[in-house]
């Protein structure tokens, strides 16, 4: 009669158990990433140059500077895997973003810098996740 006999070690992350806590890792960095990128885009657009209507009263001409209280209201908050950038519920929020009632009664169409972050968010969320993917991937294989 003929036998064999097969004999399998498994080691590394993988089977160690780490996989999971690796893997949410790397969804919370790639979460955080997401949120420093549309502050920083925010943080962009509502100090354009060289308009004048949110430089700050050193830099502008007299009369023109924005005092900068509604881009200081901004906050990100990343709590594991939920990231949150918010204008704190200001008042004029919606006005200056271009979704509130009085921008249907005035000139002012609003800046739409909140659509304009989300796209760019959504524009840069599979380049980020990749490069996350591709990290989890090396260290899974024990590199």
Known sequence: ??????????????????????VHR?????????????????????RPRPAGVFLSVGEARPGQASKGHYRR??????EDLRGVISDGGVVYGPWLAGV??????????????WRQTVQEIEKQK??????????VVRELNGG
């Open 26 to 46: 790397a969804a919370q960095r790639t979460v955080a990433t997401l949120v420093e990128m549309g502050e920083s885009k925010l943080s962009q657009m509502l």
């Open 126 to 135: 599979p380049i980020i996740a990749k490069r996350e993917v591709a990290a």
């Open 73 to 78: 209201n901004l906050h990100t908050m990343v």
């Open 100 to 113: 509130g009632s009085r921008n249907d009664t005035t000139r002012f169409k609003g800046y739409t810098h």
């Open 1 to 22: 009669m003929t036998s064999f006999h097969v004999r399998v070690e498994k080691s590394g992350p993988l089977f160690a158990g780490n996989a999971p806590a690796i």
